[in-house]
């Protein structure tokens, strides 16, 4: 059976990538077959085989089953900024309803599609529709990581209100502490535990000397309480 999960974030840099990338690895190491997907990227660079975005090629790196560039990332801008105002500079003209049937497309050929979200829940990326109204087009369960950090609890109340009010289920949230190491980290992460009414999957260290291999070991208990 094919299933999927939509990881969106508190904002953006606060270690969606990574932590797919983890969940990725960590879900094939459970005996998993996987595939990702990132709908739309911004800041992609030139090359012989068109634009190719590093998140889009780290995710690939993390999954086990093939699939072309294109089916991971349909949606490459080159310019660095908000996806919507990227895809007006680069001309690109896309639905979120294209998109979604990409993805549930994708999700039937792995028994795990995992999808990163661009920017936040709130971020546009048409003329009409975010985040949210993705991952609510494609219908998978979401994953929010919140990114540790001072005034993350206004950040993910606010996401938090975002996803129900789209009537979207969160499958769990993850806490990832990106941007060095926190202080007060333990209340904050037990005051999340009572603003958020999800499970929480995991809580990831800031890693000053950041090991992939080590952070995607730290996500199997995630991966397992999400394939349960
Ligand atoms: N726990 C951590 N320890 C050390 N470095 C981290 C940690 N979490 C994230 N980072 C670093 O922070 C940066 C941002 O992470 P990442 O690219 O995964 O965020 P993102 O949410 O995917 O960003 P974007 O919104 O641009 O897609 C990366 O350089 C990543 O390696
Ligand atoms: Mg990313």
Redesign the pocket.
Known sequence: MSRGLFIT?TD????????TSGLLQALGAEGHTTLAMKPVATGCWQTPDGLRSE?AEDLIAAMNQDASYREVNPVALETTAEPIVSAIQNRFDFTTDELAAQAVSLARRADWLLI?GP?GVQTPITGKDTTADLALAIGFPVVL?VGLRVGCLNHATLSVESLQQKGLRIAGWIG???DGAMAELEPTVHTLEKQIPADCLAI?????R?DRQR?ARQLHPAARKISR
Not at 204 to 208: A, D, E, G, S
């Open positions: 974030g953006i840099g606060v270690g969606k990538t990574l932590i998140d990163e920017g990581i990832n502490e990106h990831i260290r800031w890693q000053p950041l952070l």
